[in-house]
């Protein structure tokens, strides 16, 4: 783990080394070095301080005095400072809803996490774009972006290389990576993405001048200084929700999406096809009267991806490869120029897998939680299962996911019960905490603190607290 950890710290600016500057913490990776943690908390149980918040599904970022949070309420979106040691709210900036978009049930106007570069904060919000403060508040630039076509809103966080932003914006139509120069504001690239449909991971990198993005179908490598892709590797399934984890010259996928499971395929005649069979007035498109296929009509939402009322070529091929899609656990060796399909992946795995908690990788174990509280450890070289069980006592839907801190994994449930589990081939299970309050948040590990925000609070915990 120290190793992994020496070589993501390389990753990043110097201000950032001793942080934890975005989601998941250094290159989003869920790990950190802290030990001397609480086995046993909650909210009257070794707590240092709590915060009341707005409510929000981001979870909270750090630069040397400061915590960074967004949150949201029927007029506003916020970005929020708290002191780093107390907790107390240092400053609070929102910004109107202008428009209030369509947002999965379990996502939120907040998901996305801020990321800061030691000293200023960046966030984006699905309904409003980028914006970036100072470390007194006090706004340095804004990019309105949007609005996304993307039903289920947005979810991917900003993060940053060197001088520049990065930031993925996947939808059902019109999706495009940006390249943003961090101090001004300005765009230094866009790659336009029309082969992908909604999407939710957030970029990682693979050194200084490499971003790695896992979107429908494909993983991508782009160059972090002109947008231009490198190399990619196919074969992955139709919507990526969590965030891939990278260690010892592989980064490691996880993709799941409905009907999209080992079976469950379906071979999808071509587009000429289909007009040729349904396209009763020759316009060279699919109205939904024209269908007399009830299991596509079903789907129409689904199918007519730019919501013009027909489908077009685009959404018909879209929809081929959707049915064609596996749901996998993907070990994908880095490295290469152009299709990489064929020679660098690894190994695949498809049973047991989550839905939207990213994986995490640990001492070459690579750990997955997924919903009813099912955490399997699988062998990263082999993809071989070495323990699979359920989390007893956290039963339920999972969204925040799991962060190895020291050796312990701590995985936590939608109805905020947080399992601490000491890692390893025969994991165990070693305390099951309960905070009485929602979670989706992933939590952060600084300081010998926990850091945990619930759908009401910031808690920090500490050992003995008073």
């Given at each position: 783990m120290?190793?992994?950890?020496?070589?993501?710290?390389?990753?990043?600016?110097?201000?950032?080394?001793?942080?934890?500057?975005q989601?998941?913490?250094?290159?989003?990776?869920?790990?950190?070095p802290?030990?001397?943690?609480?086995?046993?908390?909650?909210?009257?149980?070794?707590?240092?301080?709590?915060?009341?918040?707005?409510p929000?599904?981001?979870?909270?970022?750090?630069?040397?005095?400061?915590?960074?949070?967004?949150?949201?309420?029927?007029?506003?979106?916020?970005?929020?400072?708290?002191?780093?040691?107390?907790?107390?709210?240092?400053?609070?900036?929102?910004?109107?809803?202008?428009?209030?978009d369509?947002?999965?049930?379990?996502?939120?106007?907040?998901s996305p996490?801020?990321?800061?570069?030691?000293?200023?904060?960046?966030?984006?919000?699905t309904?409003f774009?980028?914006?970036?403060?100072?470390?007194?508040?006090?706004?340095?630039?804004?990019l309105?972006l949007?609005?996304?076509?993307?039903?289920?809103?947005?979810?991917?966080?900003?993060?940053?290389s060197g001088?520049?932003?990065?930031?993925?914006?996947d939808?059902?139509?019109?999706?495009?990576?940006?390249?943003?120069?961090?101090?001004?504001?300005?765009?230094?690239?866009?790659?336009?993405?029309?082969?992908?449909?909604?999407?939710?991971a957030?970029?990682?990198?693979n050194?200084?001048?490499?971003?790695?993005?896992?979107?429908?179908?494909q993983?991508?490598?782009?160059?972090?200084?002109?947008?231009?892709?490198?190399?990619?590797?196919?074969?992955?399934?139709?919507?990526?929700?969590?965030?891939?984890?990278?260690?010892?010259?592989?980064?490691?996928?996880?993709?799941?999406?409905?009907?999209?499971?080992?079976?469950?395929?379906e071979?999808?005649?071509?587009?000429?096809?289909a007009?040729?069979?349904?396209?009763s007035?020759?316009?060279?498109?699919?109205?939904?009267?024209?269908?007399?296929?009830?299991?596509?009509?079903?789907?129409?939402?689904?199918?007519?991806?730019?919501?013009?009322?027909?489908?077009?070529?685009?959404?018909?091929?879209?929809?081929?490869?959707?049915?064609?899609?596996?749901?996998?656990?993907?070990?994908?060796?880095?490295?290469?120029?152009?299709?990489?399909?064929?020679?660098?992946?690894?190994?695949?795995?498809?049973?047991?897998?989550?839905?939207?908690?990213?994986?995490?990788?640990h001492?070459?174990?690579?750990?997955?939680?997924?919903?009813?509280?099912?955490?399997?450890?699988?062998?990263?070289?082999?993809?071989?299962?070495?323990?699979?069980?359920?989390?007893?006592?956290?039963?339920?839907?999972?969204?925040?996911s799991?962060?190895?801190?020291?050796?312990?994994?701590?995985?936590?449930?939608?109805?905020?019960?947080?399992?601490?589990?000491?890692?390893?081939a025969?994991?165990?299970?070693?305390?099951?905490?309960?905070m009485?309050?929602?979670?989706?948040?992933?939590?952060?590990?600084?300081?010998?603190?926990?850091?945990?925000?619930?759908?009401?609070?910031?808690?920090?915990?500490?050992?003995?607290?008073?």
């Open positions: 120290r190793r992994q950890l020496l070589l993501l710290l390389t990753l990043l600016p110097a201000a950032m080394a001793n942080d934890w500057p989601f998941r913490g250094p290159n989003s990776t869920g790990l950190s802290e030990s001397n943690l609480p086995l046993v908390f909650s909210p009257t149980q070794n707590v240092v301080w709590k915060t009341p918040l707005p929000g599904h981001s979870s909270p970022v750090f630069s040397k005095s400061q915590i960074f949070l967004t949150g949201y309420d029927d007029k506003a979106l916020y970005i929020i400072s708290l002191d780093r040691k107390s907790g107390a709210e240092r400053w609070r900036r929102s910004l109107p809803r202008a428009r209030h369509e947002f999965h049930k379990q996502n939120s106007p907040a996490s801020a990321v800061t570069d030691g000293q200023n904060v960046y966030a984006f919000f309904e774009g980028l914006i970036s403060y100072d470390a007194a508040g006090k706004e340095r630039w804004r309105p949007g609005p996304f076509n993307n039903p289920f809103g947005m979810g991917a966080s900003p993060v940053l001088n520049t932003l990065l930031m993925l914006c939808a059902e139509s019109g999706s495009f990576f940006l390249g943003i120069n961090k101090d001004t504001g300005k765009q230094k690239w866009r790659r336009d993405r029309p082969d992908v449909a909604r999407g939710f957030t970029p990682v990198l050194g200084p001048n490499e971003v790695l993005v896992a979107g429908s179908y993983l991508i490598s782009y160059s972090v200084s002109t947008g231009e892709p490198i190399w990619w590797v196919g074969g992955l399934t139709w919507q990526l929700k969590p965030t891939p984890v990278l260690g010892d010259g592989v980064v490691y996928v996880l993709g799941w999406a409905g009907n999209s499971d080992t079976g469950q395929q071979d999808v005649p071509p587009f000429s096809e007009l040729a069979k349904w396209d007035n020759k316009d060279g498109k699919l109205a939904q009267a024209e269908i007399l296929d009830p299991r596509l009509t079903k789907e129409w939402a689904a199918m007519d991806l730019d919501r013009t009322g027909a489908m077009e070529e685009r959404d018909w091929k879209m929809y081929q490869t959707r049915r064609q899609a596996v749901n996998s656990v993907s070990a994908i060796k880095l490295g290469g120029r152009g299709d990489m399909t064929a020679t660098n992946v690894l190994w695949r795995y498809h049973k047991s897998l989550p839905n939207t908690p990213s994986p995490v990788l001492n070459g174990i690579v750990y997955l939680v997924k919903e009813s509280g099912i955490l399997t450890a699988l062998n990263a070289k082999t993809g071989e299962v070495l323990k699979q069980g359920r989390l007893t006592g956290a039963p339920g839907d999972y969204y925040a799991p962060v190895v801190a020291g050796d312990k994994l701590y995985a936590i449930s939608q109805e905020g019960k947080v399992v601490v589990v000491q890692t390893g025969d994991w165990q299970i070693l305390q099951v905490n309960t009485n309050e929602a979670v989706n948040s992933t939590p952060a590990f600084l300081d010998g603190r926990i850091f945990l925000r619930t759908h009401e609070n910031l808690y920090c915990f500490a050992k003995e607290a008073k």
